[in-house]
């Protein structure tokens, strides 16, 4: 019985405390709406998944101590009972229509391009990614993220010195992107920021994601696509309005246009 009972415990207590952790589930920390939402939806299912395990696995366990052949030399011989077998089939269904009910809700939000935002186009090559403004711009005229170059602390290694483009965005404003590829199939990935999507050649993919503070979020490719494609990273950084102003206008005099004016850049945000 004793033995049971620590079973039990530990059975509680290890969903308990992964739970509480720094990172549930083992997500990083969500930096946006789009990671927020995919986080709380997982943590919901991960709750309910808890509860069914303690309300399926704790009769089983009472059942098989109390109804042991020991003490229990002739057992009873009956089958069947409609009203509990209504049960178990009426109840694990109203949880899969719960589940399917919220997974639905945040699929459809995620899948909705919102009206107003950035446009970027995220560009995928054999190793690297090219950021694109295209409203930043003038026709033909393209705004597009530098080359790097200082070294990307946070990646790099005591014998690797990493260098990694900018995705440079303004916090509170949804990023719309228009992902494609140059060569091979690759994936823009920002795990804080919620999103994984395919970057195919000849095709484009749309997606969304947006920032609520400032920071530096590191991204990678996570499609297998060639032999540097574990070094295939980049970096998404969020900034204030004030200074995705100042990164526009720097951007547009190295490309020969104009400087514009804080109230024009916010104009061309949709
Ligand atoms: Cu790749």
């Not at 366990?61 to 011989?77: D, G």
């Not at 295939?232 to 190295?254: D, L, P």
């Not at 104009?258 to 949709?270: A, D, G, N, T, Y």
Request: charged content about 15%; some cysteine; hydrophobic content about 45%.
């Amino acid at each position: 019985m004793r033995t049971l009972l620590l079973v039990l415990f530990s059975l509680v207590i290890f969903p308990i405390s992964w739970g509480q952790t720094a990172h549930p589930g083992g997500f990083p920390e969500a930096a946006g709406p789009v990671a927020t939402q995919i986080t709380d939806l997982y943590n919901f299912i991960f709750w309910i998944t808890c509860v069914v395990f303690f309300v399926v696995t704790i009769p089983i366990l009472f059942t098989i101590y109390r109804f042991r052949r020991k003490k229990n030399p002739n057992p009873a011989k009956f089958s069947h009972s409609t009203a509990v077998e209504l049960v178990w089939t009426i109840i694990p269904a109203l949880i899969c229509a719960v589940i399917t009910y919220q997974s639905y809700n945040v699929m459809v939000h995620l899948n909705t391009m919102p009206e107003e935002g950035l446009t970027v186009e995220v560009v995928g090559y054999q190793f690297g990614w090219d950021f694109y403004y295209p409203d930043m711009g003038e026709s033909g005229n393209y705004v597009a993220s530098p080359e790097p170059t200082e070294v990307n602390k946070k990646i790099s290694l005591p014998e690797v010195e990493r260098y990694t483009k900018e995705l440079v965005i303004p916090v509170d404003v949804p990023i719309k992107l228009h992902v494609t590829s140059q060569d091979v199939i690759h994936a823009f990935y920002a795990p804080e920021l919620g999103m994984k999507i395919d970057a195919m050649p000849g095709r484009i993919n749309y997606a969304w994601i947006q920032a609520d503070k400032p920071g530096t979020y590191i991204g990678q490719c996570y499609e297998l696509c060639g032999s540097a494609h574990g070094e295939m990273f980049f970096t998404v950084k969020a900034v204030s309005m004030g200074r995705f102003v100042q990164f526009v206008n720097e951007q547009r005099q190295e490309a020969g246009l104009s400087v514009l004016q804080p109230k024009q850049i916010i104009e061309r945000l949709s």
